[in-house]
């Protein structure tokens, strides 16, 4: 089939490199305009952009689907577009622009975690099993019916770690569901169940609270790791933690948001333990490790106030 392929982020680049491979055709790569990155703020184009002018492939930048890139997708008159994390709504027109419609590979298994951040929320609410599906996009928030799902394990250390997973997982299944398109074998099935949602991470979603069980601060530190990042506060300033997984041996009588040493490593008590951490990141400073930072200052006992969410790090 004639396709576009849709996407932005590195989670979208193993689908773009499978539809190449594919018998499929890409006619054009869709993708979010050039944004600043890092402190300088230098413009730099989408991981898929980058990936797709190494392929050789035609891109079109746009933010929103609407205007003149709507007439571009139509001029291409392609029969189906894939969608990887494009990050923009598609629209009735927009998604009229295909003969078969727009097909978005989703880090869930819908109808949990429909959203922004399927994978992130999945962690924080400790799953331990999640998965991808392929579905046809509709005006709903991921509510289209599914063509292919696959379930997985969802025991990763952090986010990057899992979205890179599911992604390589993922791209097969996506382009699976364009070949059953093309044959004519394609099964489309409602979703059935009650929805979830997987709304946006911000800041006040990564703070942890050591008066949570150890395993709910590690879950919630994952799903969080490694953008925005787990923080609490030190003296009203924002302190990240990284690296943080269960230390069940230590034998001291638990305090909760107390980080000392402990046989020369770094453990933070927890309601009902204590966890281990690997690396601090104090306010406005790169990280470190979470032991030379303790041999720096001692003990430390995070703030068990009221958090400022607005503070930088």
Known sequence: MDIVFAGTPDAAVPALEAFAESRHRIRAVLTRPDAPVGRKR??????VKARALELGLDVIEASRLRGEVISELRALDVDAVAVVAYGAIAGPAALATAKLGWFNLHFSLLPAHRGAAPVQRA????????GVSVFKIEE???????????????D???????LDDYAHRGAPEL???????????????????????????DIGDARLDFTHTARAVIDRSRGVSPSPGP?????????????LRMA????SPVVPGLLTTWQKTAVLGCGDGWVRVEQVQPFGKPRMAAADYLRGHGDIRFDPRESHPEQGA
């Open 156 to 162: 990763h250390a952090d986010v990057a770690e899992a």
């Open 231 to 243: 923080w609490a506060e030190i003296d009203g300033k924002r302190t990240k933690l990284f690296g």
């Open 42 to 47: 230098v413009l730099t184009p989408s991981p």
């Open 123 to 130: 962690l924080i609410a400790g799953q331990t099993r999640s």
């Open 175 to 201: 382009v699976a569901a364009f070949d059953e398109l093309e044959d004519g074998t394609a099964v489309l099935t409602q979703q059935s169940g009650e929805p979830t949602h997987a709304d946006k991470i």
């Open 140 to 154: 709903g928030m991921d509510s289209g019916p599914v063509l292919r799902r696959l379930e997985l394990p969802l």
């Open 248 to 251: 069940p041996e230590v034998s």
